[in-house]
Each structure stands twice: as structure tokens, then as C-alpha cells.
């Protein structure tokens, strides 16, 4: 485990070294972008009071702004409220929702006249005769919202006393003569025409080019009451701007090369894994390498330490230790219909040990868990285990009889290969709980011990070299 592998692909020390170029440390940045905001505000204050001396003769002509653009907002609104209310209507047959259509249209009508209004006031009639246009658009809208809602009124057979304007909508004799279901299609179906959706683009066209004109208006008359007062407000933009871009500047670079990279590297050091190391200030990245080198040392002892723990050392196979976890996984694990357990037990390593010394008894073992392993390894290396001298165990799930049979010979065979005798033990059970596997082992055990009983040591002279 490291911290960096980029730069273990890329040759470690040059990549490090490229890097550390192109960092930058946070004192050239944060000193000079705070210098100059002092000074771009400070000449910003002088201008603001330069403006204001200059504003009042525009204030009023900026309202007027503001206004059309706050009735350019209610009208889209209205339109948009309209045609949902009609829609939920045509869908639902409601007198709370009819009664919110016809105050929203209220709300329209009033809206669009007072606004023409007020352009026809301000010198502005080109613009109104655009928002003429678009309140002609919004009234052809309302005529087809109205003859949909009046079918759907019709086909729900509600009661348009109260409504005396929907009630004055006169159904074709087409459409009067189509049963209640139909009619609500029919309904449904005018607010999603073409044609309407188009009535809908006339308007927001005929309000944008009224607000555009309008604005431009009231632009032009700003600029013809005092030029200077436009070079000044320029001129503020310009200082505001750049006091806003470079603050943004900085809050994002300051955002993206010490917050973000110490948010995460807070994030990372809890959890015990690696810093990037090629983000952030130089400062960061020395201390994210540092940090790094700890871990990566602190992780390759501890994986020493796993390993050595659990892993025998002479033969390389997992060891008592790994084989009690093994057990404990196995027991609570779903999904295997059956466990076979195979206990073995290496013969004449005593005497092997005796006669030709511990050498020649370590590398007897040695045989023998090559033998295991090659029978008996399910190809994750974590199912073969030597958990005493001369013992060692092997574990498979969901094997048949024939498998099971066919791996025992082939394990006879291996063993005459390798020069080495084992005896050994199988058994196996569907239940998978602790205490039956531990049941299990311990009948795989007694098979092994009967087997080494039957087996006389002439009988496996023919296997040692």
C-alpha cells in the first residue's frame, strides 16, 4: 500500500518533483488578492458617494423599470396558472378550482390594463401596443380554455348557475352530441393542441419584446437625463465586478486548494486511508505525503503482522487461527446446501523425524500440503489449513459424492507423485451451524483414524522415495 501510485507508475521521485512545481503556496495567493480588494474597495467607496449625488434624478424612471418587469412576471404567471387550473378542471370537474380560474383571470385582465396603462403614461406606446397583442393572445387563449372547460362541465353535468360566463359558451353540435366520456377526451385533448401551446408562445413573445422595448426606454431616457451619471454607474459596475470576481476568484481557489482538500483529508485520515497528494497547496501536499509514508508503513507492518498470524510458516497454508475464522464464517454463510469436511493426518512423520531428522520431517510436510493443496484448493487459497503437526484439514461446500470420490483418488495419486502418506477422513451434512460443522470435523476425524488404522506401513513403502 501506498499514498501516491501515480508516481510509483511514473517513476516515484520525477513525479513528485513535477508536482511539487507546479504547487503553489498559499502566502503568494492569499497576501496579493487581499492587497488589491483593499485598494478596488476603497475606490469603490469614493465612486458609490459620487453616485449617489447623481441617482436621484433616475430613481423614479428605475422604479418604472422594475415595475413593468414585476407585471411582465404576474402576467407569465397568470397565463401559466390558467392553463394548469383549466387542465385540472377539464381533469376534475371542481368548483374550487373553477372558482380560482375566473379570480385568476381577474387577476390577469387587471394586471395587463393597468400595466398598458402605465407604458401609455411613460411615453412607451410602441411597447403597449406588444402587450395589446399579447393580452389579445392570452383572451383567444381563455376562449378555448373556456369552451374545454365547458365540455368538461358538461360531461360532469355540473351546475353553472353561479358561472354565468362559462354558461354563455355555446357547445358545437358535434361536440354536444358526444357522450360525457368523449367529451372529457375531446376536452383534454383542445388543451394539448398544437395550436393552443402556440397561442401561449405568442405571448411570451409579445411580453419579451415589451419588456425590451419598455426597458430600452427607460434606458434611453436615463442616458439622455445624465450622461455622467451612466459613465459613473459603468464605471461602479466595472470596480464591483472586479471586487466580486476576484473574491470568487479566491473563495473558489481558496474552496478547491484547502477546504475541499482538508474536508477530505480530515474524511480520509478517519477512516484510515491514503491523502491525495496531488491537490491543495505545496503545504497540503508535504503534509499529505508525510501522512502517506506513516500509513503505508503503519499498513505494510500490519499486514505483516496479519499474515504472519494467521498463516503457518513452514507450510504456507492458513493456520489453526485461520481455520477457527473459517469455521465461524462458514456457520453463519447462506446459500450452500452442503459442507464437507476431509481430515488428514500425515503418517510416519515421527519416524521420519527420528530416522532422518527434522530436515527431512519439515519437507515431508512440506509435500504434504503441496498434495493437499492441489487436491483439495477451491482456487480462493482459504479452504486448506495445517492446524497442528502433522495435521491439516481441507473444506468444500455444495461437492457431490462422485466430486468427492474423484478428488480421493486423485489425492492417492498425488501423494505416490509427491512421496508422502496421508491418511484421512471425509464427512458431510447440509446443516451449517457451528456446532454441526465442529460435529462434522470431529466424524471426518474418527474416519481418518480408522483409515490409519487399516493402513500398515508396508503398505506405503511404495510411496516414499
Not at 81 to 109: H, M, N
Not at 151 to 162: G, I, N, P, T
Not at 209 to 226: D, S
Request: charged share 25%; net charge neutral.
Amino acid at each position: 500500500m501506498t499514498g501516491n501510485p501515480s508516481a510509483n507508475q511514473n517513476g516515484g521521485a520525477p513525479e513528485k518533483k513535477t508536482r511539487a512545481k507546479r504547487a503553489v503556496s498559499v502566502r503568494r495567493i492569499i497576501i496579493p488578492a487581499i492587497l488589491t480588494i483593499l485598494v478596488l474597495l476603497i475606490v469603490l467607496v469614493v465612486n458609490t458617494l459620487y453616485v449617489n449625488r447623481l441617482a436621484q434624478s433616475i430613481s423614479d424612471a428605475a422604479q418604472r423599470n422594475l415595475d413593468h418587469t414585476n407585471y411582465f412576471m404576474q402576467l407569465n404567471r397568470s397565463v401559466d396558472r390558467l392553463a394548469e387550473l383549466s387542465r385540472s378542471f377539464v381533469g376534475k370537474a371542481d368548483t374550487a378550482v373553477l372558482k380560482e380560474y375566473y379570480a385568476e383571470v381577474d387577476v390577469l385582465q387587471t394586471t395587463g390594463y393597468d400595466l398598458l396603462e402605465k407604458l401609455q403614461a411613460s411615453g412607451l406606446g410602441r411597447a403597449g401596443d406588444y402587450l395589446r397583442s399579447a393580452i389579445d393572445s392570452c383572451n383567444a387563449r381563455w376562449q378555448v380554455e373556456q369552451y374545454a372547460m365547458r365540455l368538461s362541465a358538461e360531461a360532469a353535468r355540473f351546475d353553472l348557475a353561479d358561472y354565468p360566463s362559462l354558461r354563455a359558451v355555446m357547445l358545437r353540435s358535434e361536440d354536444a352530441s358526444l357522450t360525457p366520456s368523449a367529451m372529457r377526451d375531446a376536452a383534454a385533448a383542445m388543451l394539448l393542441r398544437g395550436d393552443y401551446e402556440d397561442m401561449r408562445g405568442d405571448v411570451q413573445r409579445s411580453l419579451n419584446v415589451m419588456l425590451n422595448m419598455a426597458g430600452a426606454g427607460t434606458e434611453t431616457f436615463i442616458r439622455q437625463q445624465n450622461v455622467a451619471m451612466g459613465r459613473a454607474r459603468v464605471f461602479q459596475w466595472i470596480v464591483m465586478a472586479a471586487v466580486l470576481v476576484i473574491i470568487a476568484g479566491m473563495a473558489l481557489f481558496l474552496f478547491r486548494r484547502l477546504i475541499h482538500p482538508l474536508e477530505r483529508g480530515v474524511k480520509l485520515v478517519q477512516q484510515g486511508t491514503p491523502v491525495p497528494e496531488d491537490v491543495g497547496f505545496l503545504e497540503l501536499r508535504r503534509l499529505a505525503g508525510t501522512y502517506n509514508g506513516l500509513l503505508a508503513y503503519r499498513a505494510r507492518v500490519e499486514n505483516d503482522l496479519r499474515d504472519q498470524s494467521r498463516t503457518d510458516a513452514l507450510t504456507g497454508l492458513p493456520n489453526r487461527l485461520a481455520l477457527q475464522d473459517y469455521v465461524s464464517e462458514l456457520a453463519s454463510s447462506t446459500g450452500h446446501e452442503t459442507v464437507t469436511v476431509f481430515s488428514m493426518d500425515v503418517d510416519d512423520l515421527k519416524l521420519t523425524n527420528d530416522s532422518q531428522g527434522h530436515a527431512a520431517g519439515d519437507r515431508l510436510l512440506c509435500s504434504a500440503a503441496a498434495a493437499i493443496q492441489a487436491t483439495f484448493d477451491d482456487g480462493t487459497g482459504r479452504n486448506c489449513f495445517r492446524f497442528g503437526g502433522d495435521e491439516f484439514a481441507a473444506f468444500w461446500t455444495d461437492a457431490s459424492e462422485d466430486r468427492i470420490q474423484a478428488a480421493l483418488q486423485r489425492f492417492r495419486s498425488e501423494q505416490i507423485k509427491r512421496g508422502v502418506h496421508i491418511s484421512i477422513g471425509h464427512a458431510s451434512a447440509s446443516e451449517l451451524e457451528e456446532t454441526t460443522i465442529k460435529t462434522l470435523f470431529e466424524r471426518a476425524d474418527r474416519y481418518m483414524y480408522v483409515e490409519k488404522a487399516q493402513s500398515k506401513p508396508h503398505d506405503r513403502e511404495g510411496s516414499r522415495p
